[in-house]
């Protein structure tokens, strides 16, 4: 609340200082007096544009400030050992993938995912999992993170992602299972401090960088949006 009102107050101080700009223009050229509602009636589109400019000028200190945060938090990005890792592992080539197991929109981007690995060998995939869209969403985090205990990683990401149906406890461990896991040392593993504090780091890393939305693809220093594995490439190109 206290941030919609500092922005209305900016709004209203940068209308009004654009107004009184105007009129003293005016003024000055017809040398004499305006009001600022003659201003206004005579300028109609003059606060939509100010509003406009300035929706403009803060969307871009926005930009600005991720990417220097981005900047910031490159090493946590793309070399935290503990991450999941797909494609190659020693890529120089960094996207960053920012997801979660029970999301759709995350389940409709795996296929874009999977092709741009298939497509750029020397792209690294860094998978950070976040927890919050179902109750299941952290049992599964955690099974696939202890997963890659045993070096099967990948193998149980694409088995979740690939999963048919609603997910239960029972059937990520299926799932998973099927991957070749020692089920027990699996469960052992899920509950171990390394997998807990890889998913705190995870989040904590999500909220500095103001991601609050799944899935957030992160290279280039800049935060990418979308499920089209066209604009991925794009961006996998540019990188190059």
Known sequence: MKKLNALYVALVALVVAIVALVMCIIC??????ASVEEVLKNNPG???QALQD???QARE??????RELIASETEALNNNPNDGVLGNPNGKIVLVEFFDFSCGYCHRLYPAIKGVIAKNPDLKVVAKTLTF?????KYAAKAALAAKEQGKYAEAYTALFEFKGRLTEEKVIEAIAATGVDVEKLKADMESE???KTLREM??????LQISGVPTLVMNGKIVQTLDEAVI???IDAAK
Request: charged share 30%.
């Open 61 to 66: 200190e926005a930009q600005r400030k991720v």
């Open 54 to 56: 300035y929706e403009a």
């Open 233 to 235: 490439q794009q961006e």
């Open 194 to 196: 390394k997998v807990q």
């Open 46 to 48: 003059l606060v939509a």
């Open 28 to 33: 000055c050229n017809d040398k004499k007096s």
């Open 133 to 137: 869209v179902s109750p299941i969403s």
């Open 203 to 208: 989040s904590e890393l999500a909220g500095k």
